[in-house]
Structure formats: C-alpha cells, structure tokens
C-alpha cells in the first residue's frame, strides 16, 4: 500500500506490507535514512540550521530539491511558537518577537481565547537603557513576580546557565539575581518557591536562595571542594537520566530537597579547542566510560527555617548506583512537606526501587521493586490518581500514583497504593516482598494491560481519575492519544482513542486542569500542525500553526513514491521499514528497469531511537527525498531492539548484543528489500548513520561487506569501552559479568572486514562520542591497511551543527560521496 496516500484514503487501509519469508531469501543491502534526533545520548541528531544569514536557493524549479534549498532556503523553514500551560489557570502563554526586534509576553486565556499583552516589549528595557533579552521565562504562582532567563550560554546540549532577573509586577522595577558575587552567566535553574517568595538557583556547582523581594542570599548548599557538586547534575547524569535542575521545593516551599554529586576519581576527559584562540584551549569534564567510576550520589534536605540539612539514607553503594528520579508527595496529601519518593537504579539498572524517606530524619524504606531480565527506565514523575478511600470510611486515606511497568512484557500502566502508615508518623521498618515485588501496605493493580504498549503517560486527572496516554496498539509507527479509566477495577485492554483515527503521530501538552490540550500532528510528509483542542469534546478551538507554505512547497515538488512495509526475515520475526522511491518522469511509460535503482539505508538500530516513524523528518526528510531525485531510493528499517512499541521481548532482545544483532537484522531486512523491490541493485546498496548509527554503519559494513557497496559514519562509537557507563551498562550488562560482550560489539573488533569505500565524519569537540575513539578506530584501519576518508570538523560538538556553512557542507559531502560510489542514474544535476 502506499503510506502516503491522502488521509482520508488511509485510514481504512492495512497499515503494513508483509513479505513472506518464501519472497525473502537472498538479498543486498541499500539505503540510507538520517537519524532522528533523540534526547538519549547514543541517538542520532539531525543538525540544525546555520545561525547566519543564508544565501539565495540554489534551484527555481518548485519541482527539485538541492541542497543549499534544504538547509539555507526560506521554502521548508517551519513555524515557531513556543507555546506553554499556566501551572494554576487554563491560560496559555508565549513569548512573541515583536515588529520592532524587541519580546513581548503574550496571555490567552482558555477558552474564551481573550489575547493580552502581559509584559510589553519596552518593559524588558532597564532605565540604565541596557534592554533584558528573553531566553527563557517563568511566573511565581500568584503572577507577582516573572522570572526571566537572560544571556544565556550552552552547557552540553541546552541553554541552561546565563543571566536571571526578576520583575516585580506591582511595582515595575527589575532586580537582577545572584548579587555582587555573581559574575555574568553563572546561574542555572533559577525556580521560584511554591509561594514566590524565594527563587533558588544553581551557581558554580552550589545551591542558593534568595529572597525575591529584598535580595538577602542564604547558601544551602556550597562547598569550596570543586568535586562536588550542588543541586545540578555531572554530564553522564543529565545525557543519559535526562537530568538537570537537582533540587525541588517541598509543597510549602519549607524544605529544598536536592542532589549532591561527589566526582572524586571519575576519569576526566579533555577537548581541545585548536580555532577558538591562536594558541589551543582545553576543557576538561568528568566523563566515566564503561566499566569506570561514577560519580556518587546522595540526596539532602535543607530546612529554610532552621538553616539545617538533613542527608536521606538510602542503602547501597552511591558509587554502583543511581539516584535517578525524586519527588515530594503532592500537594495536600498528608505528609506531602515531609516525605520524598526516591527511584534509585542498580549500575545493571536492571530494578527499580522505590523509596520512600522521612525528610526530617533521613529514614525510609523500599516499597517497590520492580525488576526486569533486560533494563528498567526510571520514571521521571509519578502522577497522583484520587485517593481510594471510600465515602464514610474514617480509615486514614492512602496515596495512588500511576506506575508504568514492563512487567506484564507489554508496558502498562499500573495503580501503585501506599498506605497511610508510610506517609504519617514514623515509616515503618521493612519486611518481606511480595510476587509482585510491593512491601507489605503496598499494592500494585493493573490499569491497561494487553498485547501492547503504553508508550508514554501524558497526563492524570487527579480529581477523575483518567488516564491520559500516548500508545499505538495496532501501528508501530504511529502515535495517538488514548484515555482510560483510571480508578478501573478492571484492566483496560481496549483503551478509547481520543486522538482522530488516522496515521501520523499526534503529541499533546495537556493543561494542569486537564480540560484543554495543545495538540502538534504531523505525518511522513506533512509538516507540524498546532491547534488548541478541547479533551472533552475533541473540538478544534484554534490552530496556531499550519506550516501551510511549507506543505505547499512539498506538494509542489517531484513525486516520490513512499511505501510502509513490513520485512519478515524469518518465521517468527518481522521487522518494520519504510522506502522511498523515485518516480519516472510522466512522460517516461516505460517501467523501470530491474536492478536499476541503487539502494541507500539509513540505520540507527540501538534502544535509544526509532526511525520507522510516521512522522515529519524536516530537513531529514528533505535531504533523503533530494537523493530519490537524483536517482536513489532511500530506507531504513528498525531492527530489534529499537525503541518501538512492540513489546518488552522485542525491544530487550538486543540486551548485550549491541553491535552483533543490530547489524545482523538490518543485513536480514535489506536481503528482504531486495526482493521486493527488484528495482533495487543489489550490487550498489549503500549505508549511513549518526552517533549509534554510525556505529551500525561500521558493523554493517565491516561484517557484511558482500551486501554493502559503501557507508558513511558520522560521529560513531568505534570501540564500546569508549562510551558513558549508564547508556552502554544498561543495554550491556556490566563488564565484570562479560568482557566479551563488548569487544564482539565494537565495530574496531571487525576492522579487518572493511572492502568498500567509506567516509567517516566527527566533530573533534564532541563532548558526547568522543573523537579520540575515532582516532583509534583510524590507527587501526591504517595498521590493516585499508584505505578510507575521514573528515573532521573543528571543535563541533556531536550534532555537528555550530559554525557558518556547517550543515550544508555536511550534506553536500555527503551527498557527492554516495554519487561517486553508489552511480546513480539520474539526469538530475547536483546544485
């Protein structure tokens, strides 16, 4: 079937194309798909645009893509809006760039959709005449004070230190935090306290709070030991547990409850900056790579009123574990000031532990254990569901928090009880575990449960009970929106879709009330849409963006030929895939001819990422299209072990054979291709891949060079010893349990197998894959004699996207390599 149908056409249709394993035999390999970018450290990134001001397309026929159109034309270059929910009301804000150059803070409120300007332009100049940038933004709950985020700069991958100032909205007079010690962008995670009257912040690896109205400054936790670090996070922490702010109010603003990390003996790492200076810079982080020393953790709780820290006593090695999640309990449940929930990992990251400690005196004890064979994820917030207790029942009310669980070998969502006991008084010391692995006054019960995946929970309302869900029960590729009953004393195994029934993937930002939702659709080749709908009723109250140019300016090109299939490479597993394929001019009758096509396969293949997605690729998208016209077909395929809601026993198949399964089931799923499409040459079937991508495409070419004609690596993990502990050790096992797992992995292992053209590609100031693994990777290859390009691109960072001309020149290179080695056969002209 064709995917890219209109939608209405589609959504009756069968979603996938099987191929039989009698129609699979023997078949080479060929295409080529950009990774999507992915917020884990080993998925890929889609660069992004050049920051200075482009030059004119290359190309005036709407018909045809070049690159320069791609990645410096105005013709795809999407809409902006970033939109976000009040925390308190059913109002939306943004912040709007004016005629003028200058921002503005625009409210509206829902749904009556009444439009004012909050904070207007001129209100971000100072009397001085100096004018406040606004980078990032917040309100204390009553809307007395904002919070703006000025001068920002980069640390790792977002802006998250730089300047902060406060605006008193009564009065009109800004105050800049941090006071005369702050030098000029120290501070991070400013937040303000529950009741506006104090923000902390982050500033040289120490904690601080500062009244909002006086400036008075108190330290809550600061040390002169540069090892340690103070309510922030060290670099594996925030790439691989998506952390960044360490410390949380307590509901009444109370108690600051925080992480400390103690970097004493983890390895440092050192980039070199060569062009930044005349003479080199160097910068040096803590970086432990597999099978070296983490960093340790711990948790503290500083009371504002008696200037005291309080350190939770959480069993196990700080070192051999992971602090990776904390939340106080919600607001007006009992205990809510002086109880934290704290999910701690093993290094295996193989269970799951809930604590719950006692903020004043530091003890708790584990509720939950939740274990798997393969690796379990942290959840980074536990929503509250209504509390169970039964109208006139005077028994003390427990606490409901919705878990997710791949315990059933589908992930689903679960009601997880806690007794009052835990929450009020003294926590009661521990005893046995039960099968489901709860303590005794703990209980787990299903909410979903069936033969597929609760992808994400998006939302609860806590007054209800419904569960608001991302999921795609039926199509891998896709994503909805699902609701379900929360307070079930039946597990739902068929949810409601709130979503419309068609392909493409809808996100949502649901507001606090969880009346209201911003909506975001897109599919294949239909650029994002924004619209406001209401949950209740599904109604459309207002679509901000359309991207309606963009559309056009898609429709408007050569068609393409863009199929959803699904490759069975044996009798008990099918992997999914896409390709696209060029179409023959109108006036061209003739069929195309057999083996005539060359083949580029676009690979991730690690737990990280999906690239069989129905969803809009920008540029990605773009710049693959652009091959098809010059006379390529391009695919990709996600093997198992790809992130893909189809099962735990799916995705964990790949636990310690990253590397070895990875390129085996993408080798399987071309031969599939091959055979399909016999329009493919089996003989020029080319690979290409970023970050663990790369990796995929060093493995693929170096184990199967009878299958691949060449490949292009950008920014891979030569050698797994090379890479962060808490990504490679959870997909790995440890490497006191099995060495070998690694080494039969790493692409270096399998050098020796190099037999086609292949150009590597790094950032020499990658913080994420470094390039001295790179390096290694080249002395081996030069050792073994084989021949090989290698670009490096000076002091950019993994996503290869910093400097003038960067991301064109990437693809533009990228693109004349698959030309000269691959031969398309295409009369169109590379611009």
């Not at 929106?481 to 004393?489: M, N, S």
């Not at 995929?696 to 199967?704: D, G, P």
């Amino acid at each position: 079937m064709n995917q890219f149908l209109p939608v209405s056409a589609r959504a009756s249709r069968p979603r996938f194309l099987t191929l039989s394993p009698t129609t699979a035999k023997a078949l080479p390999l060929a295409f080529i798909a950009i990774a999507w970018a992915v917020a884990s450290t080993a998925s890929a990134h889609t660069p992004a645009n050049d920051s200075e001001a482009p030059p004119p397309p290359c190309a005036s026929d709407r018909e045809r893509l070049c690159v320069s159109r791609i990645f410096h034309g105005s013709d795809f270059r999407l809409e902006s809006k970033p939109m976000r929910w009040d925390e308190s009301e059913n109002v939306i804000w943004w912040l709007r760039e004016t005629k003028a150059g200058g921002s503005e803070i625009v409210r509206l409120s829902i749904p009556d959709g009444e439009e004012t300007v909050a904070v207007a332009a001129d209100q971000f100049q100072l009397p001085s005449g100096e004018r406040i940038s606004a980078d990032d933004y917040a309100w204390s709950r009553d809307h007395r004070y904002l919070l703006v985020m000025s001068n920002s700069v980069r640390v790792w991958r977002a802006n998250t230190r730089g300047d902060y100032w406060v605006l008193d909205m009564l009065s009109k007079t800004w105050r800049k935090l941090g006071g005369d010690a702050a030098r000029s962008q120290t501070l991070m995670f400013a937040t303000f306290s529950p009741s506006g009257d104090f923000v902390a912040y982050v500033r040289d690896r120490n904690l601080y709070l500062e009244n909002t109205a006086t400036g008075e400054i108190q330290a809550v936790a600061a040390s002169d030991n540069p090892k340690l670090i103070h309510g922030t996070f060290d670099w594996v922490y925030e790439e691989e547990l998506h952390l960044r702010r360490g410390f949380r109010f307590s509901p009444d603003g109370s108690k600051i409850a925080f992480w400390q990390l103690d970097e004493t003996d983890v390895p440092v790492h050192s980039l070199i900056d060569n062009t930044s200076e005349r003479y080199p810079s160097v910068k040096q982080f803590a970086y432990p790579k597999v099978g070296h020393t983490n960093a340790s953790a711990r948790v503290g709780v500083f009371d504002v009123g008696s200037q005291t820290t309080t350190w939770m006593q959480i069993e196990g090695d700080p070192r051999n574990h992971y602090l990776a999640a904390m939340q106080w309990l919600p607001e007006n449940t009992p205990g809510a000031n002086d109880r934290l929930l704290v999910q701690q990992l093993p290094r295996r990251q193989n269970e799951n532990r809930l604590w719950m400690v006692d903020a004043s005196t530091g003890k708790g004890v584990v509720l939950l254990r939740d274990s798997s064979p393969g690796w379990v994820r942290h959840q980074a917030k536990l929503h509250t569901l209504p509390p169970s207790q039964s109208p006139g029942n005077s028994k003390p009310a427990s606490l409901s928090v919705a878990w997710l669980s791949e315990r059933s070998e589908w992930q689903h969502l679960y009601r997880l009880t806690i007794d009052a006991a835990y929450i009020t008084g003294t926590i009661p010391e521990g005893g046995e575990f039960d099968e489901t692995g709860c303590r005794s006054g703990v209980s787990l019960s299903p909410i979903t449960s069936g033969k597929w995946d609760v992808i994400e929970l998006d939302a609860v309302d806590a007054t209800t009970g419904k569960c608001y869900f991302t999921a795609s029960p039926t199509d891998a590729a896709s994503r909805g929106l699902y609701v379900c009953d929360g307070l079930t004393p039946n597990p739902v195994t068929e949810p409601q879709r709130f979503s419309p029934s068609t392909n493409g993937t809808f996100q949502y930002a649901i507001s606090d009330s969880t009346n209201f939702a911003l909506e975001t659709f897109s599919d294949f080749s239909t650029p994002p849409v924004k619209r406001l709908v209401n949950l209740e009723h599904r109604d459309v109250i207002e679509t901000f963006i359309d991207n309606a140019s963009v559309k056009q300016a898609i429709e408007e090109l050569k068609p393409v030929d863009e199929k959803f299939v699904s490759l069975v490479i044996d009798e008990e597993t099918s992997l999914d895939a896409w390709i696209m394929l060029p179409v023959a001019d109108d006036n061209d009758s003739q069929t195309t001819p057999s083996q005539s096509i060359p083949l580029v396969l676009h690979v991730y293949g690690e737990p990280a990422g999906q690239t069989v997605k129905d969803s809009y690729g920008g540029q990605t998208y773009l710049w693959h299209r652009y091959l098809t016209q010059l006379g390529f077909a391009v695919a990709t395929i996600d093997n198992r072990g790809t992130a893909s809601p189809r099962g735990r026993a799916f995705r964990q198949s790949i636990y310690g054979k990253i590397g070895v399964l990875t390129p085996t089931d993408q080798a399987a799923g071309v031969r599939r291709l091959l055979e399909r499409f016999p329009e493919l040459d089996p003989s020029r079937v080319g690979v290409w891949g970023w970050s663990g991508g790369g990796s995929t495409t060093l493995n693929s070419l170096f184990r199967y060079p009878e299958l691949y004609a060449a490949g292009i690596a950008v920014a891979p993990v030569p050698d797994q010893f090379d890479y962060d502990t808490i990504y490679q050790e959870r997909y790995m096992g440890v490497v006191e349990d099995n060495r070998q797992r690694f080494v039969d992995g790493s692409p270096i292992t399998h050098a020796d197998g190099l037999d086609d053209p292949l150009l590597i590609i790094h950032g020499t100031g990658d913080d994420n894959v470094h390039y001295g693994s790179t390096e290694r990777l080249i002395n081996r290859l030069v050792a073994l004699g084989k021949q090989f390009r290698m670009f490096a691109y000076p002091n950019r960072s993994h996503s290869i996207s910093e400097g003038e001309g960067t991301a064109m020149h990437l693809r533009q290179m990228m693109t004349d390599f698959l030309v000269e080695t691959l031969h398309p056969k295409s009369e169109d002209k590379q611009q």
